[in-house]
Each structure stands twice: as structure tokens, then as C-alpha cells.
């Protein structure tokens, strides 16, 4: 079967009719395994900014088209990969663009609490390294616009570009049961 | 993580909601979104975070939730101790996000979602195809894959022992809350309000006076509560108690059904039917003479739905549906004997003044028939068990039913006096004369207890074959049994068999306990197998192309319940005959007088019978079809279909005792011709009239091709313009629903021309149009979308709406008035002959005006003299009306806010 959808997409590329989805499957992030390698109170991170299809709906709905995180290496996840962090940690994240021509505007790496114009653009094919120290201890998230928009004017195609950013107290036991 | 895609880039624009749009829950979308299990007692912390632009109201089932944090993206406030809010909903905005816990205490499924409707809508799912409608609705009732889509998290807690802080084991309070009608609040229409009543053990407990806003329930805190709903409206209703978080998977919303009189809040449950609170239209059927029309339904439904694991449920529900009508009740009930006649009425429900018809005048009297009363218990137990396994959806499952169904009816049961312009000229000389012509009094009451059963078993799998092509296949099987009668009153016919039952019955008609006859006359059939399968094919998986086709068997029960032969009269011999019917200078006093009416028990010479045929087996349909559809740009979609139909074993009334034609035959003597007619050659009275039938036995076919272009709504605009080709071939076109009575049906008469050659009865359907086009669509107005003032006012919402349909005219049969065949009248199937000429020409070539529609000299009357006994050989609805064009076109104002 696999094989029978790839001729007709085929099919359809070389009919000029449309583009082929020939892009990687994001897979749903269940929040449960924070992403990055932790050690010496520093989280490493590797993120990419990249083309995916995504079927919200299950394997039977519909493939879109959209833009997603991914760790590097990685296929692209939605929502974004988990940073879930102790407080005081530092986060040290490298951030590719890999998109052809859209530029990520990025939000939400910065210590908090903080203010939403600490912004980071990364033109396509570019990559910009940062690194911060997480502030207070709360349920926080990062998120990117491909087309400058705010966060609730995005749609479509670079919509599903978020994901959490959780800080835990200093006190706090092991992980919760469940995070959404 | 809550977020959300849309199609359309400017969700500001006109229309506000893009057209296709996805909500989801950690990049899923319902049923897809995480199933989360928990133990009950354990402590569960969420964090929300809401990354799509619109606001969610989240809101758990069955629980309390406490606020732990609040955020904004760039800060987080921790909630402590008290000032941790307690809800059931909260709010969480654009961007924001939220930090909560709860605690499980109750056992089973629970939902936690957004509270807008919009978010939960299956309309607005991406996958064509399961929204509510286009799913197989026998199997998608209750499927809550189906009916829900987007922000819902489905919550499974199991029982586990914890210790659970025990409430006080005090008496709980009762109360009585009823909703009911307040008379004339609207002008003469009438309002809804609510009474509530302290203890409500009994529910004659007071008149209720209903007000509304309704009386404010003053709790104490802690004190356990209980409160009986009752619905006296004549709908349905929901009393959704805000606040108290019910044990009930409609979300806190108790579904009160009607006249379902006690429902106890406390547990959720609907209990069963106590107050008749019957529907009352009073039918003036002659003034001064009304008659009362009443009917009632109750009906109270028990569903559970149980996440047995998170691919498998379980769906059981058990129902009670009641329904009760009754039909020409008298209310005048003077008796004809104190009316000064010497006879009595035939029936004590009945009683009433006589029915007096005055040709060429309007009728007075009480009703002519009825009263009829007819009370239905339906039973029903089914369970369905749905199971996602990898591609496939499997879905089996099973039911019972039981039916009960009793009747009475009454026919002519105050007798029927008709005043004919003889021996004075004028009938309504004749009824101050007190002369009538004709006299008839009806048989005594019938009483019919209908019984039957069914069962049914299925399974289904919904097959995806990768992301282009789904299969549909299962099969399905049904016990298909007719009725039974709880006294054994029910005749069927058998030529030739005489009955041992009732040895002195005339030979043909046989009773149940009969040598191969069973106790519902027709056999119970457990042969019903009914397979489908379904093809999708979406050829480029990108949703612009659809292939679909399907077959499919489906049976239809036997045609034996209440309306039809089981609970007429007529099928009732022996036990319905009595009466008399008298004609010519009938006494006006005493009109029975000299008559020998019929005696009640015995059979009446000749007997006219509408009976079973015990060979009968159930119809059944096979449909098959195939489309092809195609999304052209945006909004557009082009569909052609194919769809046939073959009906096999329809059942149609049939004379089984026609008269045989021979040397010396003429119409007067066409009864004592009958075949079965058990004449004496003396003279005296045949045995055997009229033997109708329901005859299991023929066919019919139907094909159409379809090609429709639909506008999807957007920008203001909506159409759909189809055209069909279709032909419809079959030997009758319904079952007369009123056998006995002389009429026919939307103009065809359901008696064949020749009870010898049914074959001859095949044609077009009544209802065959060969070409049918139908346009309709909806424009917003552009100017009427203004958002200010008095503009808005006046304007907002308009839209204009049209629908045109245009269709070739209906075939209909040309019949000839003259008895040629001399056939004997059948009169449980139809009132008159239905001979037909000689066709010798095209009947369609006519001049096709008002004064001369179709062609006259197409047709050759057959000649009494020479051609007696012959039937013509003109078919049946060979003849075609005018082409039919309808249409309307209206504005209609359509207003949310």
C-alpha cells in the first residue's frame, strides 16, 4: 500500500496538479519524556524548525501539511519536544531553520518570569545557538511564527509550532503522573 | 497542549470559521486524542496550555478539579491552599496556562473538554465521511467516536479499594420537582414552568402550580438530597442542573422523557412510564356530533456506554416505548334506542346517535365508523460492542424485541342510514319522510392482541486498507416473524384445505393449529441473512477524488400489523360477523326487523374473508450503487451515481377466489362462479365469497443515474443542482392501508385486472419519473452582512433561499368502467372492477391539452356482447401526465446572536 500511495503521488507531482507531501511524519508528543541531555544543571538541546505531514485525525484523517519541531536526528513531533527542566537550570539550545524560504521567529527561550518581546529570528538554512537560565518554577511554553504573526493569528501551515517549556521547583518529587 | 489548524489564513475574515479546521489535544484530534487511565483515589496533576487562538472553557465530568497555577506564557502564579479555586470548568485563554489536580472517586468513563460546541463538533472533523449522517445509522446511534471531534479527552478510572471519607448516613431529603404547562401565557399559547413539592412519595400530592422562573431549591450543605423529576409536558425535555455533578454520562443533564413520571436525580436513572397525559384533539366530524381524537407516547431509555479498554466499548441500552391512540371516541353518546329506534348499538364504546347519509346533502349523525383504539408496548434490549483494532473497526452486537399490540375497533357500530333521492325525488325529502333506502349495522366489536417477536445479530468491520481505500463488509440476521394473535384470531387461506379446527368453516379457510398451519398462519422466518459490503476509494489520498459502491440485502418484515389484515374485521371470521344490512323501503323505526342478521360464532353464507397465505416468506430488497465523486477547486463537487434496487417477494392483496367464465355467464351471476364459492346448485347462498389475500409474491426493480454539482457553503453562497434518470417497474405501488373499503390508492386501483395473470399487473411504478431535476441554493445577501446599528437591525442575517424541481409526469392506468370480464366484485381489496381496454395504439401521442391530454383512439373499449370474459390487453400505467415543474423562492432571516 505504501507503495501504491507513492505512484500516486507521483502521479500527481509529475501531472503539475500539486505538490508532493513527500515530507517526514510528525508523531504526537505525549508530554511524557522531556527532550535535550541534562547533566551538570545544563539541558543540551538541539531543535529544527522543519516541513512535516501530520494527521491530527489518526491514520485515518488526512495528511497536512504543516511546520514542526524536531530534535536533531529526529523526526518532527507536534507539540514540539518537551523542556522540562528543574528551576535554576540552564538551557543551552541550538536552533536550525531548515525551511526553504520562511523565516522562524522564535519566542520564548528566555528566563522567566520575562515579557514576550525577547524574540530570536532565524533567517532560512541559518542556525543561531542561545542559552538562558530558567527563572521561576511554572508552566510555560515556546513557540514560533514563520510569518510574524502572534501567537493567536497563526493558522495553517506554521500553527502547530509550540511546545512546552515546564520549570519544576527545587522541592518537587518525581515527575507528575501525567502532563498535557 | 491545546492547538489548532485552519485552513483559511485570516480567521477575521468573512466567514468567520475556516472551512476546514482541527482541534486538538497534544496533536490529537478526538477519538484520536491520549485515553488516560487512573485508579481512584490516586492524585492527578495536569498542565494545560493553550497554543490556539480562542479561549477554552475546560471542563471535567464527575468531578472537582482544584486550580493549582496560573500563567500567561511569561509568568506563572502558583495557587496555595484556599486560594486554590474548586471547579468543575475553567477557563483558559489564548496563550495562557493553567496548572491543575483532582482526585478520582467514581468509577467508569469520564469526559474532560472544552465547552464550546464548536470545539467539540464532528461536523468539523477533516475525515469525510464521519460526520453524523454518513455513518450506517444503525450502528452509529450512541458511537461517541462519532458524535463528539476535537478538545475531548476520554478519562477510564478504576475501582480499586480506597478509603473514601464516608458521608453521613443520614435520611435523605426528598423532593418532588415536575415540569409542567401554565395555560394561556402567550396570548392563547401556553408557557413551561416548574413546582416543587417537599417528599414526593406519592405524586398526587397537590395540583402542582407551575411558575417560572421556577422556585429556588434552598439546600443545606452536606445534607444528601434526593429529587424526583417528573414531565408532565407532551415532549421530551432535559433539566440541566448546574453546580451538582450528576453520576450520568450526559454530562450533568438529566434526559427526562416524557410522561416517564419518576426519574430520581440522586442516580440518574429514568423510570418507567406512569402518567398517560394524553394528547386530546377533538375531530368535529359532523356538528354537533364531535368526535375525540387522543393519543399518547411514553418512552423511557436506559444506555450505558463502558470503555471496557481503550480500544474496546460497550454499548447497552434497554427501552420501553408505549403508544396509544384513540381514534373517533364518541362524546355524544345518546344511544339510538333512546333516540326512539328500535334497535341497540352494536357497541358499548361506541354508543352513539346513528349516521344518517342524505345524498346531495351534508350527513348528519354520530361518526360512521370506529371508535378505534389501538395501545402498542414495545420492549427492546440490544447491546453493541465496538473494538478499534489496528485498521479495523469491528462492531457486533445483538438485540430483542417484543411487541405488544392491542385493538379495538368498531365498524358502523350506531348504524348507517342512507337517504337516496327515491320515493320522493329529492334525499333530503326522504329524511323528513323518514324513508330510507339503505340500512347497515355493523358487526360487533373487534378486539385484536397482536403478539411478535424479533431478534437481530450483527457484525461489521470498517476495514482501512492504507489512507486511500476502506472497506465496509458484515452481515446481518434477523428473526423476521408476523404476528400472532393472543386468541388465535387469524385466518389464513388455503385452496382446497378444509379446517379441522373449525370443521364447519368453508373449505379454504383455515385457522392456526391447522395441519401446516402455524399459530401466526404466516411461518416465523429465520432465514434472514442480510450482507453489505461498501467500497471507499479515494484514489490520490488527497480527498479531491471519491469511488464509492456498495451492495447490500435487507428484509422488511411481514405486512400483518395493526392498519393491515390482522386487526380488520373482515380477517376476523368467525368471530366478528353480527349485524344486519337491510335495503330497499327500510322501516326508519325498527330497521333490523325481518332481517336475519348473522349469528355471532358462525360463519355467514357467503363468508367474505380477508386472509394469510401461510406459505408467505418475508421480502426483502437488494440495493447496490456506485458513485464517482470529484472535488473541482475549492468549493465545487461533481458527483455521478448509479443506484439500483430489486425487490423481491412484495406483497400485494389478491383475489383467491375469482369467478370462472363459461356458457350462461353474466355479472349477475358472477359470485356463484366462484372457484372456491361452494355454491348449492339450488340457489341457497355460496359458502365462499370474496377470498383477498396477502400474497407474498412479486417483484419490482428501480435504476437511476445521477449527476448533481454542489457549492459548498462559502463567501455567502450555497446550490446544488442534480439531474436523475431513473425507471421504477413494479406490479403494484402500495398496499391499500384500508383494506375494506372501496377507493383506491393515489389513484391506482390494487385489485388485478385478471386474478388469473398477475404477470399482466407488471408496469411502471405509480411513482416512476423518468427525468427529474431539481435545483436549490441559499445567497447570503452581501449588503445584509453589516455589523452596525440600526443597518444591522434591519438587515443582519438575511439570506435568500430557492428550490426548483421539475420532473416528467407520473404514468397512470387507463381503466374501462364496463364489467367485460364479468368478474365478481372484491370489496376487502378494492370497490370496483379494474378492467382495462385494448391497447392499438401509442397512448402518448395525444394532443397533450387540457381538453385532450393523451390520445383517445390509442384504445379499443372491448365489447360486452361479443367479448365477454376477455380482459384487455392495455398494461398498467402506460400512460404518462404532464410534466410537473415546482419552485419557491423565500427570504428568511437566520440569527445566532
Known amino acids: 500500500m505504501n507503495g501504491l500511495c507513492r505512484g500516486a503521488l507521483l502521479v500527481v507531482a509529475f501531472t503539475g496538479l500539486g505538490l508532493a507531501l513527500d515530507f517526514p511524519e510528525a508523531r504526537p508528543n505525549d508530554n511524557r519524556n522531556p527532550a535535550g541531555h541534562l547533566a551538570s544543571g545544563a539541558l543540551t538541546l538541539r531543535l529544527e524548525v522543519r516541513d512535516a505531514q501530520w494527521n491530527p485525525e489518526g491514520r485515518d484523517g488526512p495528511m497536512l501539511h504543516v511546520q514542526a519541531f524536531s530534535e536533531e536526528g529526529a523526526l518532527p513531533q507536534i507539540p514540539g519536544p518537551l523542556i522540562r527542566v528543574p528551576q535554576g537550570t540552564e538551557v543551552r539550545a541550538s536552533v536550525r531553520n531548515t525551511l526553504a524560504a520562511d523565516t522562524v521567529t522564535l519566542h520564548g527561550f528566555n528566563q522567566r518570569p520575562g515579557s514576550g518581546d525577547h524574540v530570536l529570528t532565524i533567517p532560512p538554512g541559518a542556525v543561531r545557538e542561545l542559552a538562558f537560565r530558567t527563572g521561576s518554577a511554572g508552566t510555560y511554553y515556546y513557540w514560533v511564527s514563520t510569518a510574524g504573526h502572534a501567537l493567536d493569528k497563526r493558522t495553517g501551515v506554521e500553527s502547530q509550532l509550540s511546545g512546552a517549556l515546564i520549570v519544576d521547583r527545587r522541592d518537587s518529587r518525581a515527575a507528575p503522573i501525567a502532563s498535557s | ?897
Open chain 2, 1 to 897: 497542549m491545546i492547538g489548532h489548524w485552519g485552513e483559511d489564513a485570516h480567521p477575521e475574515a468573512m466567514p468567520p470559521q475556516p472551512e476546514l479546521e482541527a482541534w486538538t489535544i497534544n496533536g490529537k484530534s478526538w477519538p484520536d486524542t491520549e485515553r488516560l487511565t487512573y485508579s481512584m483515589g490516586q492524585t492527578i496533576r495536569w498542565r494545560w496550555i493553550n497554543a490556539s487562538y480562542e479561549p477554552h472553557p475546560l471542563h471535567l465530568h464527575g468531578h472537582y478539579f482544584m486550580v493549582d497555577s496560573e500563567g500567561d506564557g511569561d509568568r506563572s502564579r502558583t495557587l496555595a491552599g484556599d486560594h486554590r479555586p474548586k471547579a468543575a470548568t475553567t477557563v483558559v485563554p489564548s496563550g495562557s496556562t493553567l496548572a491543575l489536580s483532582w482526585t478520582p472517586l467514581h468509577a467508569g468513563n469520564w469526559l474532560f473538554h472544552c465547552h464550546i460546541l464548536f470545539h467539540v463538533d464532528p461536523t468539523l472533523r477533516l475525515t469525510p465521511g464521519t460526520a453524523p449522517g454518513s455513518a450506517d445509522p444503525a450502528h452509529a446511534d450512541h458511537d461517541p467516536a462519532r458524535h463528539m471531534a476535537g478538545l475531548v479527552l476520554g478519562v477510564h478510572v478504576v475501582e480499586e479499594p480506597v478509603a473514601r471519607p464516608m458521608t453521613a448516613a443520614a435520611q435523605p431529603r426528598r423532593l418532588r420537582l415536575t415540569v409542567g404547562e401554565r395555560p394561556v401565557r402567550f396570548g392563547d399559547a401556553p408557557g413551561l414552568g416548574y413546582d416543587l413539592r417537599e417528599d414526593s412519595s406519592t405524586s398526587q400530592a397537590g395540583t402542582p402550580e407551575f411558575t417560572a422562573p421556577g422556585p429556588v431549591i434552598v439546600l443545606t450543605r452536606g445534607q444528601p438530597v434526593e429529587i424526583a423529576v417528573e414531565n408532565r409536558l407532551k415532549q421530551s425535555t432535559s433539566v440541566h442542573w448546574h453546580g451538582i455533578e450528576l453520576e450520568s454520562y450526559y454530562d450533568g443533564v438529566l434526559r427526562v422523557h416524557r410522561g416517564s413520571a419518576r426519574s430520581d436525580a440522586a442516580i440518574g436513572g429514568v423510570g418507567g412510564a406512569q402518567d398517560p397525559g394524553l394528547d386530546r384533539t377533538v375531530a368535529i366530524k359532523i356538528v354537533g356530533f364531535p368526535a375525540q381524537d387522543d393519543l399518547a407516547a411514553n418512552s423511557a431509555v436506559l444506555t450505558n456506554t463502558h470503555l471496557v479498554s481503550p480500544s474496546i466499548t460497550n454499548s447497552a441500552r434497554i427501552s420501553f416505548f408505549r403508544f396509544e391512540f384513540l381514534f373517533d371516541q364518541r362524546l355524544n353518546r345518546t344511544s339510538p334506542r333512546e333516540l326512539g329506534f328500535d334497535y341497540d348499538s352494536a357497541s358499548a364504546l361506541g354508543q352513539g346517535p346513528p349516521f344518517f347519509n342524505v345524498i346531495g346533502y351534508s350527513p348528519i349523525g354520530g361518526a360512521q365508523v370506529g371508535p378505534r383504539t389501538s395501545a402498542q408496548n414495545t420492549y427492546e434490549a440490544a447491546d453493541s460492542v465496538s473494538w478499534f483494532r489496528g485498521s479495523h473497526s469491528l462492531k457486533f452486537g445483538g438485540g430483542f424485541r417484543r411487541n405488544q399490540i392491542n385493538v379495538f375497533q368498531a365498524t358502523v357500530p350506531n348504524g348507517l342510514f342512507i337517504f337516496t333521492p327515491f320515493p320522493a325525488s329529492d334525499a333530503f325529502a326522504n329524511l323528513l319522510l323518514g324513508a330510507p333506502q339503505i340500512f347497515f349495522l355493523g358487526a360487533h366489536e373487534t378486539y385484536r392482541g397482536l403478539r411478535n417477536w424479533g431478534a437481530t445479530l450483527y457484525t461489521q468491520d470498517e476495514w482501512r486498507l492504507g489512507r486511500t481505500l476502506t472497506v465496509n463488509y458484515g452481515v446481518r440476521w434477523e428473526a423476521v416473524n408476523p404476528n400472532s394473535e393472543i386468541r388465535n384470531r387469524l385466518n389464513g387461506f388455503v385452496p382446497g384445505l378444509q379446517s379441522k379446527i373449525r370443521p364447519d368453516a368453508p373449505e379454504g379457510l383455515v385457522f392456526p393449529g391447522d395441519p401446516g398451519v402455524g399459530t401466526r398462519i404466516e411461518k416465523d422466518y429465520y432465514k434472514a441473512f442480510m450482507p453489505r459490503v461498501g467500497v471507499a476509494w479515494d484514489p490520490t489520498g488527497r480527498g479531491a477524488w471519491s469511488i464509492r459502491a456498495g451492495y447490500g440485502i435487507f428484509y422488511d418484515p411481514f405486512a400483518n400489523g395493526p392498519n393491515l389484515g390482522a386487526t380488520n374485521a373482515v380477517s376476523s371470521a368467525p368471530w366478528a360477523t353480527g349485524g344486519c344490512a337491510v335495503s330497499d323501503n327500510v322501516n326508519f323505526q325498527s330497521p333490523c326487523t325481518g332481517s336475519s342478521p348473522p349469528v355471532p360464532n358462525t360463519f355467514a353464507r357467503p363468508l367474505t374473508i380477508l386472509a394469510m397465505d401461510p406459505t408467505a416468506r418475508p421480502p426483502y430488497a437488494q440495493d447496490w450503487n456506485f458513485s464517482i465523486q470529484r472535488s473541482l477547486h475549492k468549493d465545487y463537487v461533481l458527483e455521478t451515481r448509479y443506484v439500483g434496487t430489486k425487490g423481491t417477494r412484495l406483497p400485494r392483496t389478491v383475489e383467491l377466489n375469482p369467478s370462472a367464465y363459461g356458457p350462461g355467464a353474466t355479472s349477475a351471476n358472477a359470485d356463484r362462479r366462484r372457484i372456491y364459492g361452494d355454491c348449492p346448485p339450488d340457489g341457497s347462498p355460496c359458502g365462499l365469497a370474496t377470498a383477498a389475500t396477502l400474497f407474498y409474491g412479486t417483484n419490482s426493480a428501480y435504476h437511476a443515474a445521477q449527476v448533481s454539482l454542489a457549492h459548498r457553503y462559502a463567501v455567502g453562497l450555497a446550490f446544488n443542482v442534480s439531474y436523475w434518470y431513473s425507471k421504477s417497474i413494479d406490479n403494484q405501488s402500495g398496499i391499500n392501508l384500508n383494506l375494506a373499503s372501496a377507493q383506491t390508492l393515489s389513484g391506482e386501483n390494487d385489485l388485478a385486472q385478471n386474478p388469473f395473470d398477475l404477470r399482466s399487473e407488471r408496469g411502471l411504478s405509480l411513482f416512476d419519473a423518468r427525468h427529474r431535476f431539481v435545483a436549490s441554493g441559499l445567497w447570503e445577501l452581501p449588503f445584509a452582512r453589516t455589523k452596525t446599528g440600526l443597518a444591522r437591525t434591519l438587515w443582519h442575517g438575511w439570506q435568500m433561499n430557492g428550490v426548483m424541481t421539475a420532473n416528467t409526469g407520473t404514468p397512470f392506468t387507463v381503466y374501462d368502467a364496463e364489467n367485460v370480464a364479468l368478474q365478481a366484485l372484491s370489496p376487502p381489496i378494492s370497490g370496483y372492477p379494474a378492467s382495462r381496454p385494448d391497447l392499438i395504439g401509442d397512448p402518448n401521442s395525444g394532443a397533450w391539452t387540457v381538453e385532450s391530454w393523451m390520445s383517445r383512439t390509442a384504445f379499443r373499449r372491448l365489447v360486452a356482447a361479443t367479448e365477454a370474459g376477455k380482459f384487455g390487453n392495455a398494461g398498467r400505467n402506460i400512460a404518462r401526465a404532464g410534466a410537473c415543474q415546482r419552485g419557491s423562492f423565500f427570504a428568511e432571516r437566520f440569527q445566532v446572536d
